[in-house]
């Protein structure tokens, strides 16, 4: 298979290195997450049949699980 280089810019590489799983490259990492746009309503529901949950950040939602029920600070 022929390889091509592409530039990118440091942010869309370290972006790229977090969404790489084990024993994925680069290149199963664009095709895994890079799609054409649908052309029809049935190949957009097809595609989020498919899609895996959405990542969330698990440290980010703890805190906010923590603040979740106190009052606000705030004057009326």
């Known amino acids: 298979m022929a390889s091509v280089n592409v530039t990118l810019s ?3 590489y370290d972006l790229l290195k977090k969404l790489k799983r084990p024993g994925e ?3 199963d990492v664009i095709r895994r997450t890079v799609r054409p746009p ?3 309503c049935g190949e957009l529901l097809e595609r989020l049949e498919e899609q895996d949950a959405v990542p969330v950040n698990v440290e980010r939602m703890d805190a906010y699980l923590k603040q979740r029920g106190r009052r606000s600070r ?3």
Do not use: G
Request: cysteine-free; charged content about 40%; hydrophobic content about 25%.
């Open 10 to 12: 440091s942010d869309v």
């Open 38 to 40: 649908a052309d029809t």
């Open 74 to 76: 705030r004057r009326r």
């Open 25 to 27: 490259s680069f290149t």
